[in-house]
């Protein structure tokens, strides 16, 4: 059965998630650290092949008025060129506070600072296509 991934894409780590659409539950998987765009999708490249993947669905980290900041607009580029080298279906995700959220869990279960480093990227992702599964969606709007 196809799955799905959630993307965090940040500028020197991608936290990553994975639902099977049979069962549309999030499940973190890693954080990969990158030194450049093509390590990036070479990593992507295996994971999708281990998990039979055929969409992405990537935070896109909006304003707090829901339009595309610096932020946002850095996401998009990634996007529009990992489109290039990795053929499947993309699909972006608001994650405002996403990541801000999931280190506040993190401080509250009293992870340390170094654990919550390798976690932080992963658990966003998962929220980000948590968020995508759960909510409908229309043709052409980010969830």
């Known amino acids: 059965m196809p799955g799905i991934f959630g993307l965090d894409l940040g500028a020197k780590r991608a936290g990553v998630a994975y639902a ?3 069962l549309p539950v999030a499940t973190p998987v890693e954080t990969i650290a990158f030194k450049s765009r093509e390590a990036l999708a070479e990593r992507l490249r ?5 998990y039979a993947v055929q969409k992405i669905v990537v935070g896109l980290p909006l304003n707090l008025q ?3 900041g610096p932020a946002a607009l850095a996401v998009i ?3 529009d060129w990992l489109k290039t080298k990795l053929a499947l279906d993309w699909d972006f995700c608001d994650e405002r506070l996403t990541t801000a959220e999931v280190e506040q869990v993190l401080i509250d279960a009293d992870v340390s600072r170094e654990d919550r480093k390798g976690l932080r990227d992963k658990l966003a992702a998962q929220r980000i296509l948590q968020a995508y599964l759960d909510r409908p969606q229309k043709k ?3 969830a």
Not at 46 to 50: C, E, G, P, Q, V
């Open 46 to 50: 295996l994971l999708i092949a281990d």
């Open 77 to 79: 580029q990634q996007v």
């Open 20 to 22: 099977d659409l049979r």
């Open 140 to 142: 052409g709007e980010v």
């Open 66 to 68: 829901g339009e595309n």
